[in-house]
């Protein structure tokens, strides 16, 4: 048995968590667990104050939060996704001639990992290393959309968690629910001109085994190249490179 039972149950706790689709009460957390129920909220409540746990009030539910996100992103990053990204990423380069990314989830943000640059492609922003706005990226759009709608109210509250890069995208809660529809609808994500003028990008999301997003793989190009069947063509590629990722990390 652990000898450090509090930290034992908080990893029960958010191991639970994680293996659901959307946040639950916390009475079920405690009888799924076998934990009193006075411990569970007391864990519930410490857990929430370092970011690992957020507290939905009007749904009466605990969701994983922005800390979790980012130690599920530590692990993307510290190589196994990356190493299994590479090769398809290229041959996703190959097959459609634009430059491709890999990006995975940082609180609001996604922070890209996995760069390969299309020869004679003009430079992008989308550098190893660098965070950009999720609600504005294609592939932030891709992953949120296959985010729990509570996880995403708890991310986006507000107007004030949005920023703005180009003067277009989304502004509000509504304005994004809106857009992750259509994502849904259409099955992959896009962007133009949100993040560069006169550039835009196609996305989809790598889903783990609980079909929760992991990363997204997008091509970006310029807008006035790709239009019609050839955006769809881009699209259908850049959809089976993603579920080429989701089965190798074991994904549905």
């Known amino acids: 048995m652990s000898q450090v039972p509090a930290a034992s149950r908080a990893l029960r706790v958010l191991r639970f968590l994680a293996a659901q689709p959307e946040p639950v009460p916390g009475d079920r957390i405690a009888r799924e667990l076998g934990i009193p129920r006075s411990t569970t909220y007391h864990l519930l409540a410490a857990m929430a104050e370092e970011g690992f746990v957020v507290h939905l009030p009007d749904d009466r539910a605990y969701g994983l939060g922005v800390a979790a996100f980012e130690v599920g992103s530590g692990y993307t990053r510290q190589a196994p996704l990356q190493r299994i990204a590479r090769r398809p990423l290229a041959t996703l380069v190959d097959r459609t001639g634009h430059s491709a990314h890999l990006a995975v989830p940082h609180g609001r943000d996604v922070l890209y990992v996995v760069e390969e640059r299309a020869p004679g492609r003009p430079p992008l922003v989308t550098d ?47 304005a994004l629910r809106a857009v992750l529809s259509e994502t849904r609808r259409r099955g992959h994500a896009t962007e133009d001109g949100e993040v560069t003028a006169g550039m835009a990008s196609v996305a989809a999301a790598v889903l783990d085994h609980n079909a929760l997003p992991v990363a997204g793989v997008a091509v970006t190009y310029p807008s006035d190249e790709v239009s019609g069947r050839r955006h769809e063509d881009l699209a259908a590629a850049v959809v089976a490179t993603a579920s080429t990722l989701t089965r190798r990390l074991h994904g549905r």
């Open 128 to 174: 190893v290393g660098v965070r950009l706005p999720s609600h504005l990226t294609a592939s932030g759009r891709a992953i949120l959309a296959h985010l729990p709608a509570a996880q995403v109210r708890a991310l986006y509250p507000d107007r004030s968690a949005f920023v703005d890069r180009t003067g277009v995208g989304p502004g509000s809660p509504t």
